[in-house]
């Protein structure tokens, strides 16, 4: 469970000044009283407010998203190290599970509700960001064999991508499938200072066909792109950069490519806390719910900060939604797997395909 601190009086005073001076005595008899949240901007509180685990509301929009009393569950702990944390949270609404990634152990995890985590499988080759295609088969990104996997039905493995024109990749870190069969994935370099022979000198966004033989690099001149999602018609490609601290936004072209014109900053996620943007995912009205300074902010098709879900840890890593009905938003830190339950459902994983 989530051990909810204190807020002591000095941190009462600080809320209340972002507030517009509201007294410390009389916000803390609100809070006791549950009345509905002052709505507060993040960047004029301290950093160990901010970090106080709680649901906070810049924007009343965020009250038809979530419940600023729902609580944030830790789910399981003691995962990741310094060679990779958890990652990957990946719903398997068939059999009522969520996978998700220990890079620094090369497992693949498994969360049950009611039974707890248990190691799903072992020797993944340090795998981060997963998915699942139209078929249902699930794809990761390697770090360790540095390529893009389909594991079959069978079991067996498919490479989607593992070079770009006779270089090897550099790390892939996320994917996602659109409704077409297409593939969308991420290439930083994750540990440039680990010495090592890179074959490519950029970081890349690339786009693979569904009958995987066409490979298109997409974008080339982020400091290092990670998180990425599609927009629920599927016009919209996020891509976040975790260095920059922002996320960019792209129109899709009719062939599936970017428009480059279109490229704008979405929002940027930056603030004295802990937390770079990470890990991303949309829900079903097209809010983007991404990790960022203090916490996983939510915010709606325009990039307006609604809310933010501070959990006390120094990074959120990567998040996906899950459950019977997708309005369970899981997430992991460097070391543990927690939820948060939601009033809207995420994007269903395998996405439908559309006619």
């Not at 009611?114 to 794809?139: I, P, S, Y």
Request: proline letters at 7%.
């Amino acid at each position: 469970m989530t051990v909810h601190h204190n807020i002591s009086r000095r941190h009462l005073l600080a809320l209340s000044a972002a507030a517009g001076g509201a007294a410390a005595s009389g916000l803390g008899a609100a809070l006791a009283q549950q009345r509905p949240p002052i709505i507060v901007d993040p960047r004029t509180l301290p950093a160990e407010v901010v970090l106080t685990p709680r649901i906070q509301q810049f924007d009343p929009a965020l009250e038809k998203i979530l419940s600023t009393s729902e609580p944030i569950r830790e789910i399981a702990s003691g995962f990741g190290g310094p060679l990779g944390p958890a990652e990957g949270p990946l719903w398997w609404k068939e059999g009522g599970y969520l996978l998700f990634s220990d890079i620094n152990a090369s497992k693949r995890m498994k969360y049950t509700p009611g039974q707890g985590v248990t190691v799903f499988q072992e020797k993944t080759n340090q795998a981060n960001g997963l998915t699942r295609d139209l078929q249902g088969r699930l794809l990761a990104c390697e770090h360790e064999t540095r390529r893009v996997i389909r594991q079959e039905l069978d079991g067996s493995i498919t490479v989607i991508a593992n070079s770009f024109q006779g270089g090897r990749l550099n790390r892939p870190n996320d994917v996602v499938v659109k409704s077409d069969g297409s593939i969308y994935f991420t290439d930083p370099w994750t540990s440039p200072e680990v010495p090592q022979q890179w074959d490519l000198t950029f970081m890349g966004v690339y786009r693979v066909t569904p009958d995987l033989g066409t490979m298109t690099l997409l974008v080339d001149d982020f400091l290092l792109p990670n998180g990425l999602a599609l927009s629920p018609d599927e016009s919209v490609l996020y891509v976040n950069d975790s260095r920059r601290r922002h996320i960019r936004a792209f129109d899709l072209a009719p062939n599936g490519t970017l428009a480059k014109a279109t490229d704008r900053v979405f929002a940027d996620l930056s603030g004295p806390e802990p937390g770079n943007p990470d890990g991303m995912k949309v829900d079903t009205l097209g809010n983007v719910y991404c990790g960022g300074a203090g916490g996983i902010y939510i915010l709606d098709p325009k990039g307006k900060k609604l809310g933010r879900i501070v959990h006390g840890q120094p990074a959120t890593t990567n998040i996906g939604f899950g459950g019977n009905d997708w309005k369970t938003l899981f997430f992991t830190s460097r070391t543990m797997l927690g939820s948060v339950n939601l009033k809207v459902a995420g994007i269903a994983v395998p996405v439908a395909k559309k006619a």
